[in-house]
């Protein structure tokens, strides 16, 4: 089992790269389909990543909502 703080660190370098591919504004964004894709993927990628903490790990931040 990974250590949370890998998965938070992916996390980041995914949120990162969505920063880095958008950056050029919505008009850029919808007329490359690659960027499209690659933003959608690193999305992708967020969600397994934060399902993949662990469960004492979700347990403690649910206990502090």
């Known amino acids: 089992m990974k250590d949370d703080r890998v998965y938070l660190l992916h996390i980041r370098d995914c949120l990162d790269r969505i920063a880095d591919y958008t950056r050029d504004g919505r008009d850029a964004f919808f007329a490359d389909t690659k960027t499209q894709d690659a ?5 992708e990628i967020v969600g397994h990543r934060r399902n993949a ?4 790990n979700r347990r403690r931040l ?4």
């Open 39 to 43: 933003v959608i993927r690193n999305f």
């Open 53 to 56: 903490r662990t469960v004492a």
């Open 62 to 65: 649910c206990a502090l909502q």
